[in-house]
């Protein structure tokens, strides 16, 4: 059966606060619509974990830092649907833009140093619309516990980070990677990927594991990241961003993995900006 789709803050929050009322817990898994395996793998974590379980979709134009991204962006609101009818969850919440950022909103929510780097280097302001969208879902949502997935690993560090700095209520629940087949971590903007060039996406987890390989047999990040990239652009890559290695609690830069580190990556493919990252060591 499809779940309701609440459209408004205040018919989520009657529905919140009657489950709350019940002693129910709530676990929310916010996305940007446009489901797949990966997102449907937080829901199931969320319904293992909670009592009810509330899925958003909102394209969040404050986490956006180019119109013509913004505009590209997949919505699928009716598959989307019919993708969660066999997971049972008990909402899907849809706000129109002006449910979360009415007339005259003028906050925003920043973490700093975790956004400093990495895709926050390569996207301005991404992360301040990420986490003030973030906070404001989980106070709508009055969630105990938010679902977020391993594939964007810096944001789940930032939306972590976030929740404790402001004693939000709601603990963030990281999840792995959900990959196709060949590696390809699942995305919502694979569809744009020109069909032509399909088959190198998989590259960059292959490169990525073949760097990390490297890493855990001694040899240091600088030269190894240089032949990466060009593995990659030799793929049909177009452009590297970064390949950087990092603390798996805190993105510290590391040349070594001399403790628990996370390999990130991103990378540009037939137009398509990519983003990978997997445990090392
Ligand atoms: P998005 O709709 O892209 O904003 O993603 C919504 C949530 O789904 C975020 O917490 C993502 O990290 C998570 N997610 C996206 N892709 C995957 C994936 N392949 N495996 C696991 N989680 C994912």
Not at 44 to 59: L, M, Y
């Amino acid at each position: 059966m499809t779940a309701p789709i609440l459209r408004t803050k205040a018919a989520l929050r009657d529905a919140v606060l009657g489950w709350k009322a019940a002693g129910e817990s709530i676990g929310v898994v916010p996305t940007m619509g446009a489901l797949h395996a990966g997102h449907l793998s937080l829901v199931d974590a969320a319904k293992t974990g909670c009592d009810r379980v509330i899925v958003t979709i909102f394209v969040n134009p404050k986490q956006f830092n180019t119109a013509s991204d913004l505009e590209k962006y997949p919505r699928t609101e009716d598959a989307d649907a019919e993708k969660l009818a066999p997971h049972a969850v008990d909402a899907i919440y849809v706000p129109a833009p002006e449910e979360i950022y009415p007339e005259g909103f003028a906050t925003s929510v920043l973490v700093s140093g975790l956004t400093d780097g990495l895709c926050g280097s390569h996207r301005p302001g991404h992360f301040d619309g990420v986490t003030t969208v973030c906070a404001k879902l989980f106070l709508q949502t009055l969630a105990d516990r938010a679902y977020f997935g391993e594939k964007d690993f810096q944001q789940l560090q930032v939306v972590t980070r976030m929740a404790r700095d402001l004693d939000l209520l709601t603990e963030v629940i990281g999840c792995p990677t959900v990959r196709e087949k060949d590696g390809l971590a699942l995305s919502s903007r694979n569809v744009l990927l020109p069909l032509e060039t399909r088959a190198a996406a998989p590259a960059l987890h292959r490169v990525l594991r073949q760097v990390a390989g490297r890493l855990v047999e001694g040899e240091s990040l600088g030269p190894v990241r240089f032949q990466a990239e060009a593995a990659l652009r030799e793929a049909g890559f177009s452009e590297v961003e970064y390949i950087e290695l990092r603390s798996a609690d805190g993105l510290a830069p590391l040349e070594h993995p001399s403790r628990p580190a996370r390999l990130l990556a991103a990378a540009w493919l037939g137009g398509v900006r990519l983003i990978d990252n997997i445990a090392v060591g």
